[in-house]
Every structure is written in structure tokens, then in C-alpha cells.
């Protein structure tokens, strides 16, 4: 099927914080409205059959509860399926946001998932219901090509969004499509939980997921689009993510992914919008990708002369790593029940300093969740202390084989290369209790190699 994403550059607001009347709050997000009506006649005339908008596209960030109150939108959750904003807008008040997307679905033909602000009153005697009286929900919405609205899902783990409220239980948000099948639908920070998207995709089998996102990017590990590819690879699914474009706030990175190949945008240098579209096939079964093969062999060896090692925080974990020095060699470093192995060789010796490093234990900055985590990164210079910095260039080509004794099954395999671009692993996959990831020669210089596990239960 075709498929579309649009990285969206939102017009903001420059006070988000001041309170103002519905008609001004309405005329800012008509401002967006009109990019997003022109990028969806664009992606269907290339033929595309669905389209993603990202996250906090249409009205913005960086409001408060209040300010926050005459963006919102209200759309029913019980309606969904039977009420066509576009065709019945007399219906329900205040939903002008989501009649004008209805309707760019319906004239142009064309699945379309967006991100809006919603509200829903609720009663004194709700014991959870808010001292206004009203829940606000960060809100995507999906609409058939007729313009019905299909499905609403509202975020489950928000990220320091304090204009929302988190709904009373998860949203397992999915619609049906003629072209694809089931899509299944989550918001930005959720997929690092396993409440809804994990659960989701399991319970429902799904295959195509659409995935709003606002995401600031955090190399090594969770640049944007290194994550949304190692998502679509640990699932077997393809993932439509649709990222805010805004470099100031290292905000960048959407794509259209599969689970062996991807067409991505990653661009912190220019301004303004991208349109992505795409022809990727309908993933139906479960089939095993030709990735996963046997590694040569898991050695035990190279322990006595594994090189000393030294701590370093990345992504605000304090990691343990090894050095990685010569053309080629094997070294392993354990933390807690984690222990990392990697055999390596390098093309040619650059003067570029790499580390293995592990982590295994409760992150605790920007959220709290469990990782367990193995990763060949390169270093900031050549000091250790430079290991574990934000690193956008490298040159090194090196073959690599990297395992670890992971004790979570959700493992994410990444593999970032020079210019934030993304390779795919020759082989992984489990053996003998180890989570394995190899490639042969990299496509340009390495980044990042790692497998980052979720041990959700740990949370």
C-alpha cells in the first residue's frame, strides 16, 4: 500500500501561556490546518491511501491547563465509527478542528490520522475527575477516506504534559482498513512502555501501526528515527511516524518503516515541512525475516584479556564500558546479571576512539522504566570520559558480532551510522539464551550499535 507522513514545522503560538478567546486559538490552528490540507492533496495525488500528522501539530506546546483550554476540540469516544464530523457538524459543539481534517479525508479520499487536543466534561461524583470538571486529553484521531471518524486513542504516558490528564485506563485504539488491514494507534513516548503499545500489538496481532510523535532527540540510544526502526524490527510491524520539525529544539526525524528497510527524514539544518510517501508491502503472517540466522559462534573467550574499564554517563545512566582499541579483538563488560560481549574488526584503524558499554538498572531522568542495555558507541574524542556524548559523525567501518544474556524479550536492536542514517543488522536474533546482532561491514562510518532492552515488569 502507499503510505504518508508529513514532518510539520507548527506555526506556534508565542505566548502559550496566556489565556485567549476560541476564536484566536482557532485562527492559529487554521494556520496549520491550511499546511496540513495542502500536504494531503499532495500525498493523494501521489496516490498515497493514508496520512500521519505528528504530535501537538495543530495547536503546539508549552501550555498550561488553562491556556491550554480553548485549543481543545471535543470528539466522543463512543461515536467512533458512526459520526462523520465533515458531513454532520451540527452534531456536537466545538469540534471545528476535527470537522476541517474530516473533510480533507473525505475530498481527497485518504485515511487520515491526527493529533488534536480534547476535552470531555465529567461528573463531581467521578472520583478521578479534575477540580474544573473537565478531563483534556492529548488525542489522535482517525479517519476512513469518507471522513467518519474511526478511532480515537488518548496518550497513555505523557511527558511532562501538564495541560493533560492521563485517561482512567489504557486506550487499545485500532481501525480497519480496506488496503492494509488493522492499524493500530499510539502517541510519542508510549512506545517505550508497555501500556497501551506493546499489549496492543499483542493482543490484537497488529501489523501496521501510525505513530504521532513531538520527539526531541537524545543520541546515542533514542534519536528518533534509530528507535521507530528498531521498533518496526522487534514487532514485525510497519510503523507510519510522523515527527514535529523543529531543529532549535532538536526535534526532527519521521519515516515510513518496515521491518528491513525504511524511507526516513532526519534533517536538523533547514526549516519547514516534509512529505514522505511510500509504497510498502502489507505484512500479513508472522514470518520469520531472513535476519535471523545463528551467530558464528558465541566465545567464551577473550575474557583474560578483556582491557580495564571505566564508568561514563550516557543518556543519563551511568554505564560501565570497556575501551574498544585495535583493528580487532573481542572484549566483554557486565553490570548486575548483564554482560555484554563484542568481536570486532575494523577496515582500517582511524583515530576514533569506540566503547562497550552496559547498563542494567532503573532509568530515572525524563521518565522511569528499566533498561538493559549493550552498546558499541563512538566516543566524543579520545578521552573516556568523552564516551556516552551525542556523536553525529563517524568513519570507522567495523565489522562487528554483539550479544548479551538480556533477561527481558524485548529487545530493540539499533544500528545508527555517520549523519544519523540508519543500516540494517546481516543477522539476530536469539540463541542460547543470548540476544545477538551482527553486520558485516557497515554502510558508513559506525554511530551506535546496540541492543536496548525493555524489562518492562521492572518499571
Not at 543518556?315 to 573481542?330: R, S
Not at 549523519?419 to 558508513?444: E, P, Q
Request: proline letters at 6%; aromatic letters at 14%; one cysteine or more.
Amino acid at each position: 500500500y502507499v503510505a504518508a507522513v508529513y514532518e510539520h514545522e507548527s506555526i506556534l503560538s508565542p505566548t502559550p501561556a496566556a489565556l485567549v478567546e476560541r476564536s484566536s486559538a482557532l485562527e492559529l490552528m487554521a494556520r496549520n490546518l491550511d499546511i496540513y490540507e495542502q500536504q494531503v492533496l499532495a500525498a493523494a495525488r501521489q496516490g498515497a491511501q493514508i496520512i500521519v500528522f505528528p504530535e501537538d501539530g495543530i495547536h503546539g506546546f508549552n501550555f498550561t491547563r488553562s491556556s491550554i483550554y480553548p485549543y481543545l476540540d471535543f470528539v466522543p469516544y463512543s461515536h467512533s465509527g458512526k459520526w462523520n464530523p465533515c458531513r454532520e457538524p451540527y452534531l456536537f459543539n466545538d469540534t471545528e478542528v476535527v470537522q476541517r481534517l474530516s473533510c480533507m479525508a473525505l475530498k481527497n479520499k485518504i485515511f487520515l490520522v491526527a493529533n488534536l487536543g480534547t476535552k470531555q466534561p465529567c461528573e463531581r461524583s467521578d472520583p478521578r475527575c479534575p477540580s474544573d470538571g473537565r478531563y483534556q486529553f492529548n488525542t489522535n484521531v482517525a479517519l476512513a477516506a469518507d471522513g467518519t471518524l474511526l478511532a480515537t486513542y488518548r496518550k497513555h504516558n505523557l511527558y511532562f504534559e501538564y495541560a493533560f490528564d492521563t485517561p482512567p485506563e489504557p486506550d487499545y485504539a485500532f481501525f480497519d482498513t480496506p488496503f492494509a488491514g488493522k492499524f493500530g494507534m499510539f502517541t510519542c513516548f508510549d512506545i517505550l512502555f508497555f501500556e497501551p503499545a506493546v499489549n496492543l500489538i499483542r493482543q490484537y496481532n497488529l501489523k501496521q501501526i501510525v505513530y504521532p510523535t513531538a520527539w526531541m532527540n537524545q543520541l546515542p540510544l533514542l534519536s528518533a528515527i534509530e528507535f521507530q526502526q528498531a521498533f518496526a524490527t522487534a514487532f514485525n510491524v510497519n510503523i507510519l511516524a510522523a515527527n514535529i520539525h523543529h531543529p532549535t529544539l532538536g526535534m526532527t526525524g519521521s519515516g515510513i518503516y518496515t521491518p528491513v528497510k525504511s524511507f526516513i527524514y532526519h534533517n536538523m539544518e533547514s526549516y519547514g515541512g516534509k512529505l514522505i510517501v511510500a509504497e510498502i508491502p502489507v505484512i500479513t503472517a508472522d514470518y520469520k525475516t531472513s535476519l535471523e540466522k545463528a551467530p558464528g559462534r558465541v566465545s567464551e573467550k577473550g575474557k583474560e584479556q578483556s582491557p580495564p574499564s571505566f564508568y561514563a554517563e550516557m543518556m543519563y545512566d551511568n554505564f560501565t564500558f570497556v575501551p574498544v582499541w585495535g583493528e580487532k579483538g573481542e572484549v566483554q563488560v557486565c553490570a548486575n546479571t548483564l554482560c555484554c560481549y563484542l568481536s570486532y574488526q575494523r577496515a582500517v584503524l582511524t583515530d576514533e576512539l569506540y566503547a562497550l558499554g552496559v547498563f542494567d538498572g532503573l532509568h530515572t531522568v525524563h521518565g522511569t522504566y528499566y533498561v538493559q542495555a549493550c552498546a558499541l558507541v563512538k566516543c566524543g574524542g579520545l578521552s573516556f570520559s568523552t564516551c556516552g556524548q551525542e556523536v553525529t559523525d563517524a568513519t570507522a567501518l567495523i565489522d562487528f558480532q554483539l550479544w548479551g544474556n538480556m533477561s527481558t524479550p524485548y529487545i530493540f536492536p539499533l544500528l545508527l551510522t555517520s549523519g544519523i542514517t540508519l543500516d540494517f543488522a546481516d543477522h539476530m536474533g536469539w540463541k542460547n539464551n543470548h540476544y545477538f546482532l551482527s553486520k558485516n561491514r557497515t554502510s558508513s562510518g559506525l554511530l551506535t550499535a546496540a541492543l536496548y532492552g525493555r524489562w518492562y515488569e521492572k518499571d
